[in-house]
């Protein structure tokens, strides 16, 4: 069983937050931006990266938020995975270029969305409206 981590960003601006709205041929759904991490490169490195790959954009990093740890076994592409995914507090920076207005979903809707991890969804809303929340989250814990 191999380890991969993802390094993800939460970026709220005027009470709205950033995602990415993903289509597949099975379903809809909206996620946090962010990837997986490389070889030899930091978690912060790799929120920054993504997020310029992803939106374009530069992110600066605040604080980390959540850690997600799932093992499956069962992944398709994967059949033996342990995943640990970090999900940081971001802030676009200041000379960065600006996001497209319809990346940013207001937070007072995001309960109605398909969002992605689902286990997240609740924690995330808690986050955003400043309600207790698990840091850890596991499909075993």
């Known amino acids: 069983m191999r380890v991969r981590s993802l390094a993800k960003a939460i970026i709220v601006k005027n009470d709205k937050i950033l995602l990415t709205k993903v289509k597949s041929n ?3 759904f909206y996620e ?8 030899n490169e930091t978690l912060v490195e790799a929120v920054v990266r993504e997020c310029i790959e ?3 954009i530069l992110v600066e990093i605040s604080d980390l938020i959540f850690v997600r740890e799932v093992i499956e076994e069962t992944d398709i592409l994967d059949p033996e995975i342990h995943q640990i995914e970090y999900y940081f507090a971001c802030n676009i920076a200041k000379k ?4 497209k207005p319809d990346c940013f ?9 398909n969002i992605f991890p689902e ?3 609740d924690h995330l809303i808690n986050y955003l409206v400043k309600q207790p929340y698990k840091v850890y989250l596991s499909d075993t814990y």
């Open 105 to 113: 979903i207001p937070i007072k809707d995001i309960g109605n969305l």
């Open 54 to 56: 992803e939106k374009g």
């Open 26 to 28: 099975l379903e809809e």
């Open 96 to 99: 960065s270029l600006d996001v």
């Open 119 to 121: 286990e997240l969804k």
């Open 32 to 39: 946090l931006p962010g990837g997986m991490k490389e070889y």
